[in-house]
């Protein structure tokens, strides 16, 4: 038996390491700083290892400017999120420090789903993958964010929708601001990868760099949900507008959100994986059997 190679032992640990510190950080509140640390060390290592350490600091470059732009800007004017406002300090103009590695861990990790889905993008790559990749990861972002927000907006009060919105508080341009955001920044790494990325032919080595394991990472995101919604208190909050939730109608909500959005992504993502392998697996006797003479056109020659 081949021994384990570091980068992929190195990977492994990190893997397992996130999914704990997921599931720690779901009964014991407090962890979750240390956990977008380490899903950004996660993003270092897998972003290495498939695209390369110049692609992956375009992917991290955009993913921060370009959010914090958008978070600032719409902070200023209301787009294109919504007119909000964040709590507490240690903000990057208006916008708390780790908002960015939030954004560019989650971003990586649907990135790699929508890679699972439909295909990564190479250089010259076909513009239906250019261009559906990055879409399809935005809204696998986004899915996120529908169980996300309510929860840390309207209960946990870390930013503010100023006017409301008529989910449990969030305003639906928060949605589309998000959709938006996140596809701009996968688009722009998408464009790069295009045009500088890796050859067709440099596949990366999935033995190494797993999509499996990163659609394992998206999907254990879900856990705090289903343990806020069987231990959280169930009391009424009120938005800014003075309007009332009850919280334990936001955690059931976000549960079933998450099973029809961030699981069901998932799933699907991991049916595309299952389906690609059996396909490699296959194709040597496939090759194997078209490659070999037919008993009857030996006979005859």
Known sequence: MSAVKPSKRALLALTAVVLIGVLVNAFVPGLRLLVIVAQVVFVLLHGSQRYGWRATGVFIVAALVISNI??????????PFGHYHYTGGGKIFEVPWFIGPAYLATGYLAWVVATALLDDVRRN???????GTPFI?????????????????????VWIWENGGGYFGVPLVNFLGWTLTVYLFM????????????????????????????????AAMTIGYFVKLFNGEHVTVTDATGA????????????????????????????????RHTTAASAPEVNARRAKPHPARQSAS
């Open 244 to 275: 009332t939730w009850d919280t334990a109608d936001i955690y059931e909500t976000s549960v079933l959100l998450t099973i029809y959005g961030m699981v069901f992504i998932a799933l699907l993502a991991l049916l595309r994986i299952a389906q």
């Open 125 to 131: 790559s076909p513009w239906l993958t250019t261009i």
């Open 70 to 79: 958008l978070e600032n800007l719409s902070i200023a004017t209301g787009f």
């Open 187 to 218: 688009q722009v790494f998408a464009l790069y990868l295009r045009n500088s990325g890796p050859l067709p032919a440099a596949q990366p080595d999935r033995t190494t760099t797993s999509d499996l394991q990163a659609v394992l990472l998206y």
């Open 137 to 157: 990861g935005a809204f696998a972002m986004t899915a996120w964010d529908l169980a996300f927000d309510p929860t840390n907006s309207t209960i946990n009060h």
